[in-house]
Protein backbone atom coordinates (compact mmCIF):
# COMPACT_ATOMS: atom_id res chain seq x y z
CA UNK A 1 0.00 0.00 0.00
CA UNK A 2 0.83 3.44 -0.41
CA UNK A 3 3.00 5.03 2.58
CA UNK A 4 2.48 8.86 1.79
CA UNK A 5 -1.83 10.22 2.09
CA UNK A 6 -3.02 13.20 1.73
CA UNK A 7 -5.52 14.93 4.32
CA UNK A 8 -7.77 16.51 1.85
CA UNK A 9 -9.19 14.70 -1.62
CA UNK A 10 -9.79 18.56 -3.00
CA UNK A 11 -9.06 22.45 -2.64
CA UNK A 12 -11.04 25.10 -3.82
CA UNK A 13 -9.98 28.68 -3.76
CA UNK A 14 -10.27 32.22 -5.20
CA UNK A 15 -7.20 33.78 -7.56
CA UNK A 16 -5.06 35.65 -5.62
CA UNK A 17 -5.78 33.50 -2.53
CA UNK A 18 -2.66 31.45 -0.86
CA UNK A 19 -3.31 27.81 -0.58
CA UNK A 20 -1.84 25.25 1.57
CA UNK A 21 -1.74 21.63 0.54
CA UNK A 22 -0.77 19.28 3.13
CA UNK A 23 0.90 15.08 2.65
CA UNK A 24 1.34 13.10 5.67
CA UNK A 25 4.63 10.55 5.01
CA UNK A 26 4.61 6.91 7.17
CA UNK A 27 8.00 5.83 6.43
CA UNK A 28 10.36 7.79 8.76
CA UNK A 29 13.53 6.15 7.02
CA UNK A 30 12.52 8.86 3.91
CA UNK A 31 14.42 11.42 3.43
CA UNK A 32 13.68 13.68 0.00
CA UNK A 33 10.84 14.70 -1.00
CA UNK A 34 9.19 16.38 -3.66
CA UNK A 35 6.06 17.68 -4.96
CA UNK A 36 4.82 17.63 -8.04
CA UNK A 37 1.83 19.40 -10.50
CA UNK A 38 -0.19 16.96 -13.09
CA UNK A 39 -2.52 18.49 -15.33
CA UNK A 40 -4.90 16.37 -17.11
CA UNK A 41 -3.79 14.21 -19.61
CA UNK A 42 0.08 14.52 -18.52
CA UNK A 43 3.09 13.45 -16.59
CA UNK A 44 3.52 14.60 -13.03
CA UNK A 45 5.80 17.86 -13.27
CA UNK A 46 8.49 18.73 -10.75
CA UNK A 47 7.52 22.02 -8.61
CA UNK A 48 9.90 21.70 -5.73
CA UNK A 49 11.41 19.75 -3.48
CA UNK A 50 13.05 19.23 0.05
CA UNK A 51 15.48 17.34 1.73
CA UNK A 52 15.65 16.07 5.28
CA UNK A 53 17.90 18.06 6.89
CA UNK A 54 15.94 20.81 6.22
CA UNK A 55 12.56 22.30 7.41
CA UNK A 56 11.04 24.65 4.94
CA UNK A 57 12.78 25.17 1.55
CA UNK A 58 11.44 28.38 -0.77
CA UNK A 59 10.54 28.26 -4.82
CA UNK A 60 9.24 31.24 -6.89
CA UNK A 61 5.70 31.13 -5.29
CA UNK A 62 5.70 28.38 -3.87
CA UNK A 63 7.32 26.90 -0.50
CA UNK A 64 7.32 23.32 0.73
CA UNK A 65 8.04 23.10 5.14
CA UNK A 66 8.92 19.47 6.04
CA UNK A 67 7.78 18.55 9.93
CA UNK A 68 10.01 15.15 10.63
CA UNK A 69 8.43 14.92 13.81
CA UNK A 70 4.76 14.44 12.91
CA UNK A 71 5.91 13.05 9.31
CA UNK A 72 3.91 15.87 7.81
CA UNK A 73 5.00 18.15 4.67
CA UNK A 74 3.23 20.79 3.30
CA UNK A 75 3.04 23.01 -0.37
CA UNK A 76 2.00 26.21 0.17
CA UNK A 77 0.94 28.22 -3.10
CA UNK A 78 1.23 32.27 -2.94
CA UNK A 79 -1.32 34.62 -5.13
CA UNK A 80 -3.12 31.40 -6.22
CA UNK A 81 -3.56 31.61 -10.32
CA UNK A 82 -6.41 29.85 -12.28
CA UNK A 83 -3.22 27.91 -14.01
CA UNK A 84 -1.98 26.37 -10.64
CA UNK A 85 -5.65 24.62 -11.17
CA UNK A 86 -4.54 20.74 -11.11
CA UNK A 87 -4.08 17.50 -8.80
CA UNK A 88 -0.94 17.71 -6.86
CA UNK A 89 0.89 15.00 -5.24
CA UNK A 90 3.42 15.06 -2.63
CA UNK A 91 6.23 11.78 -3.17
CA UNK A 92 8.65 10.64 -0.86
CA UNK A 93 11.57 8.52 -0.94
CA UNK A 94 15.17 7.68 0.03
CA UNK A 95 18.22 10.47 -1.29
CA UNK A 96 19.67 7.30 -2.95
CA UNK A 97 20.00 6.99 -6.80
CA UNK A 98 17.65 4.72 -8.37
CA UNK A 99 15.15 4.67 -5.70
CA UNK A 100 11.94 4.83 -6.62
CA UNK A 101 9.41 7.40 -5.57
CA UNK A 102 6.18 6.61 -3.44
CA UNK A 103 3.39 8.98 -4.08
CA UNK A 104 0.11 9.83 -2.41
CA UNK A 105 -3.19 10.22 -3.45
CA UNK A 106 -3.73 13.64 -4.89
CA UNK A 107 -4.95 16.64 -4.04
CA UNK A 108 -7.16 18.38 -6.88
CA UNK A 109 -6.21 22.35 -6.65
CA UNK A 110 -9.16 24.30 -8.57
CA UNK A 111 -8.80 28.01 -8.57
CA UNK A 112 -11.63 30.05 -9.13
CA UNK A 113 -11.22 33.66 -11.07
CA UNK B 1 14.82 20.69 -16.61
CA UNK B 2 15.72 17.78 -18.19
CA UNK B 3 13.64 16.32 -20.83
CA UNK B 4 12.00 12.69 -21.11
CA UNK B 5 10.02 11.56 -24.00
CA UNK B 6 7.26 9.04 -24.37
CA UNK B 7 6.12 7.17 -27.31
CA UNK B 8 3.54 6.84 -28.37
CA UNK B 9 1.72 9.77 -26.51
CA UNK B 10 -1.92 7.84 -27.14
CA UNK B 11 -2.57 3.91 -28.57
CA UNK B 12 -5.52 2.38 -28.94
CA UNK B 13 -5.47 -1.69 -29.85
CA UNK B 14 -7.73 -4.57 -29.70
CA UNK B 15 -7.84 -7.42 -27.20
CA UNK B 16 -5.35 -9.52 -27.13
CA UNK B 17 -2.29 -7.54 -29.01
CA UNK B 18 0.76 -6.55 -27.77
CA UNK B 19 1.90 -2.71 -27.11
CA UNK B 20 5.25 -1.33 -26.73
CA UNK B 21 5.88 1.79 -24.82
CA UNK B 22 9.28 3.73 -25.10
CA UNK B 23 10.99 6.07 -22.88
CA UNK B 24 14.13 8.16 -23.71
CA UNK B 25 16.01 10.49 -21.71
CA UNK B 26 16.54 13.44 -24.75
CA UNK B 27 19.57 15.23 -22.75
CA UNK B 28 20.82 13.33 -19.50
CA UNK B 29 21.93 9.61 -19.12
CA UNK B 30 19.24 7.48 -17.28
CA UNK B 31 20.96 4.89 -15.29
CA UNK B 32 17.70 4.15 -13.59
CA UNK B 33 14.05 4.45 -15.57
CA UNK B 34 11.04 4.04 -13.60
CA UNK B 35 7.56 3.20 -14.92
CA UNK B 36 4.29 3.73 -13.13
CA UNK B 37 0.77 3.29 -13.90
CA UNK B 38 -1.97 5.52 -13.54
CA UNK B 39 -6.01 4.65 -12.92
CA UNK B 40 -8.53 7.32 -13.68
CA UNK B 41 -8.57 9.78 -10.38
CA UNK B 42 -5.45 7.85 -9.02
CA UNK B 43 -2.65 8.51 -8.16
CA UNK B 44 1.02 7.20 -9.78
CA UNK B 45 1.32 3.08 -8.84
CA UNK B 46 5.16 1.59 -9.33
CA UNK B 47 5.21 -0.93 -11.60
CA UNK B 48 8.89 -1.32 -12.14
CA UNK B 49 12.68 -0.20 -11.71
CA UNK B 50 14.60 -0.62 -14.98
CA UNK B 51 18.28 -0.72 -14.70
CA UNK B 52 20.20 -0.55 -17.58
CA UNK B 53 21.52 -3.23 -18.95
CA UNK B 54 20.21 -5.88 -16.16
CA UNK B 55 16.49 -6.97 -15.50
CA UNK B 56 13.92 -4.95 -14.03
CA UNK B 57 12.49 -5.06 -10.68
CA UNK B 58 8.75 -5.10 -10.60
CA UNK B 59 6.84 -4.07 -7.85
CA UNK B 60 4.34 -7.26 -6.01
CA UNK B 61 1.63 -7.90 -8.14
CA UNK B 62 2.75 -6.59 -11.18
CA UNK B 63 3.66 -9.85 -13.66
CA UNK B 64 6.56 -9.68 -15.21
CA UNK B 65 6.05 -11.96 -18.45
CA UNK B 66 3.30 -9.23 -19.12
CA UNK B 67 4.65 -6.36 -18.77
CA UNK B 68 7.60 -6.77 -20.21
CA UNK B 69 10.39 -3.98 -19.60
CA UNK B 70 13.68 -3.13 -21.59
CA UNK B 71 16.43 -0.72 -21.07
CA UNK B 72 19.04 -1.50 -23.59
CA UNK B 73 20.85 2.22 -23.44
CA UNK B 74 21.47 4.60 -21.10
CA UNK B 75 18.26 6.75 -22.73
CA UNK B 76 15.81 4.50 -23.86
CA UNK B 77 13.96 1.93 -21.87
CA UNK B 78 10.81 0.21 -23.36
CA UNK B 79 7.69 -1.16 -21.99
CA UNK B 80 5.34 -3.87 -23.87
CA UNK B 81 2.30 -4.44 -22.89
CA UNK B 82 1.28 -8.13 -24.04
CA UNK B 83 -2.06 -9.86 -24.92
CA UNK B 84 -3.58 -6.51 -23.68
CA UNK B 85 -6.88 -6.76 -21.94
CA UNK B 86 -9.23 -4.28 -21.15
CA UNK B 87 -8.40 -3.47 -17.90
CA UNK B 88 -4.51 -2.67 -18.63
CA UNK B 89 -6.05 0.28 -19.86
CA UNK B 90 -4.32 2.91 -18.25
CA UNK B 91 -1.54 5.72 -18.07
CA UNK B 92 1.54 4.44 -18.34
CA UNK B 93 4.09 6.87 -17.14
CA UNK B 94 8.15 6.57 -17.12
CA UNK B 95 10.71 8.83 -14.95
CA UNK B 96 14.22 9.25 -15.44
CA UNK B 97 16.82 10.05 -12.59
CA UNK B 98 20.40 10.48 -11.78
CA UNK B 99 20.94 13.27 -14.12
CA UNK B 100 22.85 16.34 -13.34
CA UNK B 101 24.50 14.62 -10.62
CA UNK B 102 21.48 14.67 -8.39
CA UNK B 103 18.37 12.08 -7.64
CA UNK B 104 16.02 14.40 -8.89
CA UNK B 105 13.47 11.92 -11.35
CA UNK B 106 12.02 13.53 -14.18
CA UNK B 107 8.80 12.33 -15.90
CA UNK B 108 7.40 11.69 -19.19
CA UNK B 109 4.08 13.29 -20.27
CA UNK B 110 2.73 9.50 -20.20
CA UNK B 111 0.97 6.87 -22.79
CA UNK B 112 -2.54 6.89 -22.56
CA UNK B 113 -3.79 3.36 -23.81
CA UNK B 114 -6.72 2.13 -24.53
CA UNK B 115 -7.45 -1.44 -25.40
CA UNK B 116 -11.01 -2.42 -26.91
Known amino acids: GESVGLHLPTLSVQEGDNSIINCAYS??????FIWYKQESGKGPQFIID?????DKRQGQRVTVLLNKTVKHLSLQIAATQPGDSAVYFC????????????FGKGTTLSVSS | GAVVSQHPSRVICKSGTSVKIECRSL??????MFWYRQFPKQSLMLMAT?????????EQGVEKDKFLINHASLTLSTLTVTSAHPEDSSFYIC????????????FGPGTRLTVL
Open chain 2, 95 to 106: SAGGGQGTDTQY
Open chain 1, 27 to 32: NSASDY
Open chain 1, 50 to 54: IRSNM
Open chain 1, 91 to 102: AETLNQAGTALI
Open chain 2, 27 to 32: DFQATT
Open chain 2, 50 to 58: SNEGSKATY
